[in-house]
T-cell receptor, first 113, second 111 residues
Framework: EAQVTQNPRYLITVTGKKLTVTCSQNMNHEYMSWYRQDPGLGLRQIYYSMNVEVTDKGDVPEGYKVSRKEKRNFPLILESPSPNQTSLYFC????????????FGEGSWLTVV | TQLLEQSPQFLSIQEGENLTVYCNSSSVFSSLQWYRQEPGEGPVLLVTVVTGGEVKKLKRLTFQFGDARKDSSLHITAAQPGDTGLYLCAGPHFNDYKLSFGAGTTVTVRA
């Protein structure tokens, strides 16, 4: 079954405590991306990756890091989380071919206090 | 600034009425997708349109891709309360594969 798996699904953390949200896909997709979703702003792209070791900034990359050491994994790293990073985060993967489905993870609710 | 502009942002209608949601851009897209999202869940794909001028129907939902591949619309006929949700359009840019999403249209269908 095609799947994008994110962990953790829910997390409450304190300001400044480094955290990592993992993302894994089982479809051998080249393209992966992280989004955050905030009320009234829709889904905004944080970072994306077109292949192993190839990453680029999206629209809101400040305060985030990513890595793509293997094709299946694309972790999102918050080195020093702040309250304005409280949000719902989605990982997505896609083959990169025109018209192919974008697969989303179930989302990770992150609260920074 | 969103690359894909959706309108309206909110739509509240009575059961049985029709509605249309628009997704517009100044950029060309190789394809556009429409998603529906329930609160607390990830977006679920409804349809992908690929060819300029394409029209796809999914039961009471009709999707159209503009001839120039810069815009799309979603039309729901005889809306039902089960159609309530956040509708998002999304697509890769024509010259690269950076995915963009519209801000979404929140549709509420009252019984």
């Amino acid at each position: 079954e095609a799947q994008v798996t994110q962990n953790p699904r829910y997390l409450i953390t304190v300001t400044g405590k480094k955290l990592t949200v993992t993302c894994s896909q089982n479809m051998n997709h080249e393209y992966m991306s992280w989004y955050r979703q905030d009320p009234g702003l829709g889904l905004r792209q944080i970072y994306y990756s077109m292949n192993v070791e190839v990453t680029d900034k999206g629209d809101v990359p400040e305060g985030y890091k990513v890595s793509r050491k293997e094709k299946r994994n694309f972790p999102l790293i918050l080195e020093s989380p702040s309250p304005n990073q409280t949000s719902l985060y989605f990982c997505a993967s896609w083959s990169g071919m025109t018209g192919n489905t974008i697969y989303f993870g179930e989302g990770s609710w992150l609260t920074v206090v | 600034t969103q690359l894909l502009e959706q309108s309206p942002q909110f739509l509240s209608i009575q059961e049985g009425e029709n509605l249309t949601v628009y997704c517009n851009s100044s950029s060309v897209f190789s394809s556009l997708q429409w998603y529906r999202q329930e609160p607390g869940e990830g977006p679920v794909l409804l349809v992908t349109v690929v060819t300029g001028g394409e029209v796809k129907k999914l039961k009471r939902l009709t999707f159209q891709f503009g001839d120039a591949r810069k815009d799309s619309s979603l039309h729901i006929t005889a809306a039902q309360p089960g159609d309530t949700g956040l509708y998002l359009c999304a697509g890769p840019h024509f010259n690269d594969y950076k995915l963009s999403f519209g801000a979404g249209t929140t549709v509420t269908v009252r019984a």
